[in-house]
């Protein structure tokens, strides 16, 4: 009679791979959020400073072409959005990361080359570039969490991300005004701005990773093993299609609430007021990020929040919507349009936290 081989085992044992967490995952976190912030930057920055920028230039850019300035980021991010989402899971968040990475350089640096009065040009060329790493940033935050976290980090993870937009588009809004008040001082902020999205950038391309050596979860291993048959199987998902289409309305319109805000409160107050009172909106989401984030990893219960962020949302912004119509005829206070604005910068980021 033949022995049973004791000492063998099954395939599954044998492929079975070791799950870690590596403390180098907040270095990863802290490199992408690095990159977002100076992003974040070179969006919103000339938000604030219109006039600074269309006194400087020769001819002098009307009003209407400093908002088009305004829009290339979201305007870019529209059609580049799917792009993004295909390169990300055709190839890895390391090329995704590696491509907003040169965006931003190249982008930066042409901006600064277009301070020249007569070099607007350039500028816009500059910031149409820069504006290129937008989607493929957007498109990422849910996939390094998933590359580097654990299951029960991984809301958390997107998060910290959130509030790092939060903080650093509450800084552009709010410094910068003060930072940037003459020709000067635009110069040398266009070109801090390029020194820094060149010392972000040449560290995410040389010690960003394209994943740890062992997954963080076995769900890492099969998003690892079959990234593009899983994508296909998501589009082909109503829920998926639900999510996707609600997150691109939270994203206009969070996009859409912090033009508006910036707009409407700029006929009314200083430009450093005005950069004051619209960075409510994401230090608002600050908050609600580290709230709502540790929360849902807890208790799990994403479906329920998504609900009432999306109730609240909507509720607030047709209260907000129905002020900025008639409430100038009701005498409302300025201290009623900042709570409103922090509510809804409050709601707004939650949803995309979770998102």
Request: hydrophobic content about 50%; charged content about 10%.
């Amino acid at each position: 009679m033949m022995e049973k081989d004791t000492h063998s085992s099954s395939p599954l044992i044998n492929v079975m791979p070791t799950v870690q967490l590596y403390s180098r995952r907040w270095l990863m976190l802290l490199l992408f959020l690095a990159m977002y912030a100076i992003n974040n930057i070179l969006q919103a920055s000339f938000v604030v400073i219109p006039s600074l920028i269309a006194k400087h230039y020769v001819p002098h850019p009307t009003d209407s072409t400093m908002q088009s300035v305004n829009l290339i980021f979201p305007m870019v991010e529209i059609p580049g959005l799917v792009l993004a989402i295909f390169l990300l899971q055709k190839f890895s968040v390391k090329v995704s990361l590696s491509i907003c990475a040169i965006a931003q350089i190249i982008g930066g640096w042409l901006r600064f080359g277009g301070y020249p009065s007569s070099n607007f040009l350039v500028l816009v060329i500059g910031t149409v570039i820069a504006s290129a790493a937008q989607p493929f940033l957007d498109a990422s935050p849910t996939v390094v969490a998933g590359v580097w976290f654990g299951v029960d980090e991984r809301t958390t993870a997107v998060s910290v991300f959130v509030a790092g937009w939060s903080l650093s588009l509450a800084f552009a809004v709010s410094v910068v005004p003060l930072l940037v008040y003459d020709d000067y001082s635009l110069k040398m902020f266009l070109l801090v701005s390029a020194g820094a999205c060149s010392i972000i950038g040449v560290l995410n391309l040389f010690i960003q990773q394209k994943r740890p050596p062992n997954p963080p979860s076995p769900a890492a291993l099969a998003d690892r093993v079959s990234v593009v048959k899983s994508f296909k199987m998501l589009v082909r998902s109503p829920s998926f299609l639900i999510l996707l289409i609600s997150w691109g309305a939270i994203l206009g319109t969070i996009q859409s609430a912090y033009f508006a805000a910036a707009a409407i409160y700029q006929p009314m107050y200083t430009k450093q007021e005005t950069g004051y009172i619209t960075a409510t909106f994401p230090i608002a989401g600050l908050i609600a990020s580290l709230l709502v984030g540790p929360l849902v990893d807890r208790t799990k219960q994403y479906k329920l929040t998504l609900i009432i962020c999306y109730v609240g949302t909507a509720t607030s912004l047709g209260i907000l919507g129905f002020f900025f119509r008639w409430g100038s005829l009701l005498g409302m206070p300025s201290p009623f349009w900042d709570f409103w604005v922090l509510r809804n910068g409050f709601l707004l980021s939650s949803i995309r936290s979770r998102c």
